[in-house]
């Protein structure tokens, strides 16, 4: 079993920046790749970004491409998202993910845990 928590999300103008942080629990962090997800109001939930066991890969949407940066630090058992450059189209719960293999994905089925959501608003 894995728990992820989610935190660092807020209210922010946009063109402002925020870092969102997944701490996980368990000792095969460093096994599992990390995605982030997001979902607003009245729409599906979709991909934002995710990231292999080791770090090395990463794939985003093309719609946070060259404003989100995701990273991980297996030591700390932390995965993290850095939003620079928000806008209001922004605005969304944000949710991490983990799978139980190393290999990224943007599909949320193949996603095992999630967490519970962090909410980011973005005011015009």
């Known amino acids: 079993q894995v728990q992820l928590v989610e935190s660092g999300g807020g209210l922010v103008q946009a063109g402002g920046s925020l870092r969102l942080s997944c701490a996980a629990s368990g000792r095969t962090f460093s096994s599992y790749a990390m995605g982030w997800f997001r979902q607003a109001p009245g729409k599906e939930r979709e991909f934002v970004a995710t990231?292999?066991?080791?770090?090395?890969?990463?794939i985003y949407a093309d719609s946070v491409k060259g404003r989100f940066t995701i990273s991980r630090d297996n030591a700390k058992n932390t995965v993290y998202l850095h939003m620079l450059t928000l806008k209001p189209e922004d605005t969304a719960a944000y949710y991490c993910?983990?799978?139980?293999?190393?290999?990224?994905?943007?599909?949320?089925?193949?996603?095992?845990?999630w967490g519970q959501g962090t909410q980011v608003t973005v005011s015009s």
């Open positions: 990231i292999t066991n080791g770090g090395g890969s990463t």
């Open positions: 993910a983990a799978r139980l293999v190393g290999t990224a994905s943007t599909l949320s089925s193949l996603y095992a845990y």
